[in-house]
């Protein structure tokens, strides 16, 4: 993909507004690859946001509700059972399960919800995938008194039925999407094609670090808070920066919320985990670094679960949030500079680690999250017990409920062990 | 090149290409041609057509399904231009099956298979460095959006860029039918024409003879896509091509265009 050709041509303030949020590029992956009608959105966004963020009055409402009202800072909580369990490193569980609404989904949703307000726009459009982010973006839209509808696939509807009803509850309009495999692609779509039409009065709070710029950072920035938090709490509580930390990734917004402020610490080492799923045959899993390549879809460059005709494989997921084709761009770069390592873990493997998390810690981590603690298993008994390493629990499990009553047999009187 | 609007307005005709067949689409295209169309948009299916409505999401999905390729979709502009050397072949896509292909080989394969020129649906001016420059290598037509939202300085980048003809869409919102056009339309118009002297076509919702002729009140060409996939999905395929004919003859003269 070539540079952008002319920067001035976007009027207003584009290069102030660079200096500010960069470019949208990260290495060669990001950028704007949308219909012409979104443009001018794009670049009324990136200017109102590029704005905000040098805004004290805007940070300052922003920290102030996520420390009354969302519940900041979360606890970094050292699994002292679950660390023993597994003989080696020591493992810390950033608490973002903890959080209103249950997942770190609300950091990001708050921030674009205030944004949306700022730039008076009244109704406000997303897509979710395991619900979090439409009940945290419900939520928002509840809060700050604005108009909000739900792009949902049809078979995310059905597994994450009780986010649904919670997003009914909360005043959102969820409108079920069935072209494809009717997940969050498809939701994301039909949110796009929602936005195309109604972009002069709609402000779409896209709910993960994926999309045009400014998404991407915009996204980022309102997660960073975890990595910020993390590293202090670390130094607090352990006198040192974790050896590792690991998120799961969906389209990425917790790994990258979570990594950031430890990217130049090139000590620490990053571990993203994406959905192995239950094979690894194209559409049986969403590991898009292993098994995608690079392309275009829905707004960026960056890896893409393809067939070699580049059309856009369908992917499998026991968890819906991490059930999609790509993944943010800022990963893509990441994974391009071996900065972060990207593995998976399979269905299995999650399900499991939400038994073992349950039992031994008394936390029910959410699907997604699972995943993440899978390979913190996996990892852990190969350090030493001097080690640490911290473990982004990016959401709590309630919503998971009917999958887990069907998948370990919760139903009878007992349980499997 | 072939792009070239002879007739006040010209006609651009969309198809998504193999939908229901490509041998269909190929019988589709000289009918479209011989009533009239001046210009041929042929659509690559692709699996996430999100600029696009219900009835183009369908064709595609029909064709992905069959397994229509990119490299298909060349195939047919080939055959097209060898049949009518004096159309006009756009070849239209998103982005991403033409990364999978490498851009320069792209531009350099829709050269040698006739084509004129290309649309991709989700490539803006500011990321088409590498894109411009292989087309120009290859002599082809780089066409791009226009939208209703565009200000002046994005209206004058998208006329400087283009070649063969300014795509105008006619409103806000995905490709579909509509009743009535909207008077985005014609200011869309007048602003592209402050920058170019290059035709500007108006699409998006353009679906009969009366929308077409309000068209060439103001602009140099009418394109329309979903009027006709839709007439193809419901007409069956042998009959397809005639009945597109009839449309397309149709949609110059008094009330026709109507089914
Ligand atoms: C709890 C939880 N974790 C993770 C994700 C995956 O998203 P991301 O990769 O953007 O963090 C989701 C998405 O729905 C989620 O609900």
């Known amino acids: 993909m070539g540079n952008p050709i002319d920067q001035t041509i976007a009027g207003v303030n584009t290069k102030e507004v660079q200096r500010s949020i960069g470019s949208g590029r990260f290495g060669a992956y990001g950028g704007r690859y949308v219909p012409e009608t979104l443009m001018a959105a794009l670049q009324e966004l990136e200017h109102a946001y590029a704005v905000a963020r040098e805004d004290g009055a805007f940070q300052s409402e922003l920290d102030d509700l996520l420390r009354h009202y969302v519940g900041r800072p979360t606890p970094m909580y050292f699994a002292k059972r679950l660390s023993e369990q597994l003989g080696g490193a020591k493992i810390y569980l950033k608490r973002e399960d903890l959080l209103h609404t249950g997942a770190h989904k609300i950091n990001n949703a708050l921030g674009q919800g205030l944004l949306a307000k700022r730039m008076g726009k009244q109704r406000i459009i997303a897509e979710t995938g395991a619900g979090q982010h439409g009940v945290a973006t419900a939520t928002v839209c509840a809060l700050l008194g604005m108009d909000c509808v739900i792009y949902m696939g049809e078979e995310d509807m059905r597994r994450q039925e009780l986010n649904v009803y919670r997003m009914r509850l909360l005043g959102a309009e969820v409108r079920g999407v069935g072209a494809g495999s009717a997940t969050l692609k498809d939701a994301i779509n039909e949110a796009m094609r929602d936005w195309v039409t109604n972009v002069r009065t709609t402000f779409y709070i896209l709910g993960s670090a994926l999309g045009s710029h400014p998404y991407p950072t915009m996204v980022r920035d309102f997660h960073r808070v975890i990595s910020r938090e993390a590293k202090k709490q670390f130094m607090e509580q352990e006198g040192k920066l974790p050896d590792a930390v690991i998120a799961c990734v969906g389209g990425g917004s917790n790994a990258i919320g979570a990594f950031y402020e430890f990217i130049p610490e090139t000590n620490v080492r990053l571990i993203g985990v994406e959905a192995g799923g239950r094979g690894t045959a194209l559409g049986e899993h969403a590991a898009r670094f292993h098994g995608g390549l690079p392309g275009v879809l829905q707004g960026t460059f960056s890896y893409v679960l393809q067939n070699d005709a580049g059309q856009v494989a369908t992917t499998h997921s026991v968890s819906a949030g991490l059930d999609y084709a790509s993944v943010g761009p800022e990963h893509a770069m990441l994974h391009d500079q071996k900065r972060a390592e990207y593995t998976y873990a399979t269905d299995d493997e999650a399900l499991n680690a939400v038994k073992v998390l349950s039992r031994t810690e008394g936390i029910l981590p959410a699907l997604e999250s699972a995943h993440a603690v899978a390979e913190a298993m996996k990892v852990a008994p190969t350090m030493s017990t001097s080690q640490a390493i911290m473990v982004n629990l990016s959401g709590r499990g309630d919503k998971d409920m009917g999958i887990l009553a069907r998948e370990m047999n919760l139903e009878g009187a007992k349980a499997s062990s | ?259």
């Open chain 2, 1 to 259: 090149m072939a792009i070239n609007f002879k007739q006040k307005p010209g006609i651009v005709v969309y198809l998504t290409a193999g939908d229901p067949d490509i041998e269909t689409t190929y019988d589709i295209a000289l009918a479209a041609l011989d009533n009239g169309a001046e210009v041929l948009e042929l659509g690559v299916p692709f699996s996430d057509p999100l600029a696009d409505g219900p009835v183009i999401q369908r064709a595609s999905e029909r064709a992905v399904a069959r397994g229509v390729r990119l490299l298909d979709v060349l195939e047919l502009a080939k055959k097209i231009r060898a049949a009518r050397p004096e159309a006009g072949i756009v070849i239209f896509s998103y982005l991403n099956p033409v990364v999978r292909v490498g851009m320069a080989e792209f531009c350099k394969l829709a050269k040698e298979h006739g084509a004129d020129g290309v649309l991709l649906t989700d490539m803006i001016v500011e990321e088409a460095e590498e894109y411009l420059r292989e087309m120009k290598k290859n002599d082809l037509a780089p066409v791009f959006l226009a939208a209703p939202t565009s200000p002046d300085e994005r209206l004058k980048a998208i006329a400087e860029h283009s070649r063969g003809f300014v795509y105008a869409i006619s409103r806000v919102g995905i490709t579909g039918t509509q009743q009535n056009l909207e008077s985005d339309a014609e200011r869309l118009v007048s602003g592209i024409k402050q920058f170019t002297k290059l035709p500007v076509a108006v699409g998006f919702g353009v679906s009969n003879a009366e929308h077409v002729a309000a068209v060439g009140k103001f602009a140099d060409a009418a394109i329309i896509g979903s009027a006709i996939v839709k007439l193809i999905e419901d007409t069956p395929r042998e009959q397809a091509a005639e009945a597109v004919g009839k449309f397309v003859k149709g949609l110059r003269g008094q009330g026709g265009g109507s089914r």
